[in-house]
Structure formats: structure tokens, C-alpha cells
């Protein structure tokens, strides 16, 4: 019997939604065709009113290579005007819109912008081949003060790696920017006093994109590298999500035994010693935005599985390490929650109890309620991955009964490396979804328990749209078994049925034509809002 998978049309946020995004590449290398690359615009806004780039390891061809094989129907609302009713070309416009590159190449003519996390390879290749070639007015770029110096030293000035084909905001009008006009933006403040609203330290993208600003604050990359995070706001609605480049764990004291691997510079407060926390003003600020409903969502490295040496995660998050960060979120939004109501706390709609003393605060059981209680059907839950059966593998929750204090918070899971060849997936379809289900359930052979914050934990995969309703389903072994976008016309057409509640799931009660064939019906994911 086929196991159906679906693949992926999602939502990051809960109702209304603010953002629209798809992933161009998210892997960690060393897939050069997957690396960290993202298209965003305002969910208010259309494809063609401009697109923001975060990262640009993967572009162009992976974007046409997308179109031309699992994902056809990426930025359908971008070519909606274009298509004909009839299914053969009518005109010479359409049979340019069914070509996968002139489709790519219609997606990066609205690009008006990109916002660089650190200048690694992985991160702006693409920016860099393309730069100078791509259709469309000439883009800004948009980083850190050094990041942005990086690329210039080191890639266009000399004019060898690269044509010096960019230059700096209000420069020479003789200078060449046909490449694209680098722009940097200040780095934050660390002091968070004003709870997440100190509007000043949120920049201006501009470049036509207007509905959107942007906080950069500073990253520790390893030993030697800076990289950054974003925090990306809608400014009609100052909803927000954070976007993290490459990060490593805030390290333990440096008296500590288990500190940073390191090694301490003599000058305590430098950017990357280990005394000096960088990740935990990171956030309490996002704690500030969690716990006033400002941010839903976030995107996190997590390089590689549980169990990798400390030593060798170069820079990097590994399972453990983003468990921990997790945590700290948790305890900072704990801190915030309001004040005690009868000796117990409201977080996120369920009550905890407060400890006395030392005692460590202890979460009240939920009460399981009938199924004709439940506002949606327990069936739109997604089919755990067999690796829950192996004692190697995550092993899986029995019920959970308790809602933490991150409930609400969706952490998409980016970055995660390729493994070696012969590496057990222990029945996972991709090393990102075997790094979610540890992140989720733990390891028990490495004493790593399952999550108790509440966050859920979702696997980014290459050709993931969080936005606009669609679904792309998969039968076993990852083969693409039909395509579907707009998702509502699709349901429509089949005469099937759909369940849409606020804040909720949809939940898909039929079996679209192009896998009636199989017995298994079609498990929907929840439609996710950024």
C-alpha cells in the first residue's frame, strides 16, 4: 500500500496571515542546487508589487528547476493573468508562462531587493553569479555594515572573483551598479527596555517594497564569523517573524565545564568571546513579540542530528543545541506572561502553577475531550514517521496532555546538511524531517527527552510555499502524485469538501483525482500562516 505525504503548501502564522514566502533552497550544503534561499513578499501585496530575497545561495536555476519538475505551480497568482482556459497555448504570451524558464525568469524581474545574513558562499552565490545578468531594475543589498564589506573586499572590488559591478548607496553617479547597489543597515540595540517596540532600531527596506522593515541584530557564527538575524515586520499590521542565518548556541559561563568549544579571547567583551551571550537578547525581544501575538513564527538553523561532537558543529546548531535555545525562549516568555490569577499563571490560554520556594513551576494536565467536542477532527494530524519504532530513532510522544508556554510558535527547521552516504534516515523522508522528529520526541539513547515548550517543529523542504492555498501530494519514495493550486478550486472541481475554521487547520475531505487510485487517504498538513 502507497503511504501518502504530503508536500507542502503552508501557512506560518495563525489567521489572517502577513506574509507570503517560498523556498527557493534551504538546505545546508553540500547541495549546491539547495542552498539558503527565500522569496518574500506582504500577503496584502501581489507577487508583481516586488519580491524581498532573504539569502541567495540557490536562485535562477533552481527556481527553474522547480518549475520544471516537482513544482509547477510556484507564484501561480504571478502568471494567472497570462494562462488560458484552454489547455493548449493560445498565443505566443502563454507558451512563454508554460516555459520553466521563462518562468523563472518572469519571478526574478520583480525581484527589487535582497537581505544578506553573512557572506558565505551558501548564502550569496547566487546573488553574485547572477549579479549584472538577471532582467528587472538594478536590486539593493542589504546587510550588516560588514557583511556587506566582506563581499566587497573580497568579491567585486578586486574585480577578479567578479566584475566590480556594484557600489554603495548615494555614491559616484559614475560608479558601475549594474551588478546592484549595496546599502547597509545598523545593527540593533541590545537593550530591550521598550518590550519589542523601539521603532527606531526597524529600517526602511525600501527599494518598493514599503510595507516592510526589518531589525538586524548580530549572530555568533564560530570563532572567527559574525552572521545576523532578522526580524522582518509588516508595518501596516507590525506583525513580524524572525529569519536567522547561520548560528551557533550561546555558550555556558567560562568557568563552566562544558563551555564553548571556543577557545576565550583576552579581551572578555569581544563579539564572539564566550562570556558574552549574543542569542539571549535575541530572545527576549522575541518573547516581547510572542507573548503581545506580534510573531508566530521563526526560522532557525538546525545543521545537523543529536549526537554530534560539540567540536565538529563548526559554528553550527545541532538538535541538542537548539533545544536548549528553545528553552531559553520558553523561560523569557514565561517571565512576561500576565499577572498571577489565583495563584496561577495564564500561558497562552492554559494555567500553570506557580512554584513555591525553589520548586520549578509544574504545567496542570489538559483535559482530553471527546472527539464531538473537538472543534476540528482529530484526523488532520500528520502519520509519525516509522523511525518512532527503532530505539536509534526519536521516540514518539504517547498523548501529549500538555500545552507549553511556546504553544502557538511555529519553529521551521532550515540548514540541515546532507548526510553522509549510508546514513540512517530510520524511515524519515529527508535528514531535515529525521532532525524534526528528534527535535520533537527526542533521543533516548542520548537522554534528550521529548520538547515540553510547546513550540511545533516543521521541516522546511525545497519548493515549500507558505501563502496561498495549495497542496502538492506525494505517494511513497517521494513521488509527486498531483498538483494542486488554488488549492479551493481544486476541491471545488472534485466535488469534495473542506472544513476552514480561523486559527485552524484546514482539513481536506476527499481524495483529489490524481491519487483516487490509492487506498490510503490523503493526510492534509495544516495550512500555516507566516
Not at 501557512?11 to 539558503?36: A, I, K, Q, Y
Not at 493560445?90 to 524558464?101: G, I, P, Q
Not at 559561563?253 to 535575541?282: D, E, I, K, Y
Request: hydrophobic residues 35%.
Amino acid at each position: 500500500m502507497s503511504v501518502l505525504h504530503p508536500r507542502k503548501k503552508r501557512r506560518m502564522d495563525s489567521h489572517p496571515g502577513h506574509f507570503d514566502l517560498v523556498v527557493v533552497g534551504c538546505g545546508g550544503g553540500h547541495d549546491e542546487t539547495n542552498l539558503s534561499a527565500y522569496l518574500l513578499k506582504p500577503r496584502d501585496k501581489a507577487w508583481s508589487d516586488g519580491i524581498l530575497g532573504l539569502e541567495a545561495g540557490s536562485g535562477y536555476g533552481a527556481l527553474k528547476r522547480l518549475f520544471g519538475t516537482t513544482h509547477p505551480h510556484l507564484f501561480s497568482s504571478l502568471f494567472k493573468s497570462h494562462q488560458s482556459k484552454s489547455k493548449r497555448p493560445t498565443n505566443l504570451l502563454d507558451k512563454a508562462h508554460t516555459s520553466s524558464v521563462d518562468k523563472a525568469h518572469t519571478v526574478f524581474t520583480h525581484l527589487r531587493a535582497y537581505l544578506i545574513t553573512h557572506a558565505h558562499l551558501d548564502h550569496c552565490a547566487s546573488l553574485i553569479i547572477s549579479s549584472g545578468s538577471l532582467p528587472g531594475p538594478t536590486r539593493y543589498i542589504l546587510g550588516a555594515q560588514s557583511v556587506l564589506e566582506d563581499l566587497e573586499r573580497c568579491i567585486w572590488k578586486p574585480g577578479r572573483c567578479w566584475p566590480h559591478i556594484v557600489g554603495w548607496d548615494q555614491s559616484e553617479p559614475s560608479s558601475n551598479t549594474a551588478g546592484g547597489i549595496l546599502r547597509s543597515l545598523k545593527l540593533a540595540s541590545s537593550d530591550d527596555k521598550d518590550g519589542g517596540d523601539k521603532d527606531e532600531d526597524y529600517l526602511p527596506i525600501r527599494a518598493g517594497l514599503d510595507d516592510m522593515s526589518v531589525r538586524v541584530v548580530p549572530l555568533s557564527h564560530g570563532c572567527a564569523y559574525t552572521s545576523s538575524a532578522f526580524f522582518i515586520r509588516h508595518m501596516r499590521t507590525r506583525h513580524e517573524f524572525l529569519f536567522f542565518g547561520d548560528v551557533e548556541a550561546d555558550p555556558v559561563p567560562l568557568g563552566s565545564s562544558s563551555a564553548s568549544s571556543c577557545t576565550s579571547s583576552s579581551n572578555s567583551h569581544a563579539v564572539n568571546s564566550p562570556a558574552r551571550p549574543m542569542l539571549l537578547p535575541v530572545w527576549s525581544h522575541t518573547a516581547h513579540l510572542f507573548t503581545s501575538n506580534r510573531l508566530r513564527a521563526l526560522l532557525i538553523e538546525c545543521s545537523y542530528p543529536a549526537g554530534r561532537p560539540e567540536s565538529r558543529l563548526f559554528g553550527h546548531l545541532s538538535v541538542e543545541g537548539l533545544r536548549k535555545e528553545i528553552k531559553v525562549l520558553a523561560d523569557e516568555v514565561v517571565k512576561l506572561q500576565p499577572s498571577r490569577i489565583g495563584g496561577e499563571k495564564v500561558i497562552n490560554a492554559v494555567k500553570v502553577r506557580q512554584p513555591s520556594g525553589t520548586d520549578r513551576p509544574t504545567r496542570r494536565p489538559l483535559k482530553r475531550r471527546a472527539s464531538s467536542d473537538l472543534p476540528y477532527p482529530r484526523t488532520r494530524s500528520l502519520v509519525k514517521s516509522p523511525a518512532s519504532a527503532t530505539p536509534s530513532s526519536p521516540s514518539p510522544s504517547p498523548a501529549p496532555a500538555l500545552a507549553g508556554p511556546l504553544s502557538g510558535l511555529r519553529v521551521i527547521v532550515t540548514h540541515c546538511k546532507e548526510p553522509p552516504p549510508g546514513f540512517d534516515l530510520q524511515g524519515a523522508q529527508t535528514i531535515a524531517d529525521y532532525i524534526v522528529e528528534q527535535l520533537k520526541f527526542g533521543v533516548k539513547s542520548l537522554g534528550l527527552g521529548p520538547d515540553e515548550t510547546g513550540a511545533e517543529y516543521i521541516a522546511a523542504c525545497q519548493g515549500d510555499e507558505f501563502g496561498e492555498p495549495s497542496l502538492l501530494f506525494r505517494i511513497g519514495g517521494g513521488k509527486t502524485a498531483g498538483s494542486y493550486n488554488p488549492y479551493w478550486s481544486a476541491i471545488k472541481e472534485s466535488g469534495g469538501s473542506v472544513a476552514y475554521l480561523p486559527s485552524r487547520p484546514i482539513v481536506c475531505q476527499y481524495i483529489p483525482p490524481g491519487i483516487r487510485g490509492h487506498s490510503s487517504p490523503p493526510v492534509v498538513p495544516p495550512v500555516l500562516f507566516i
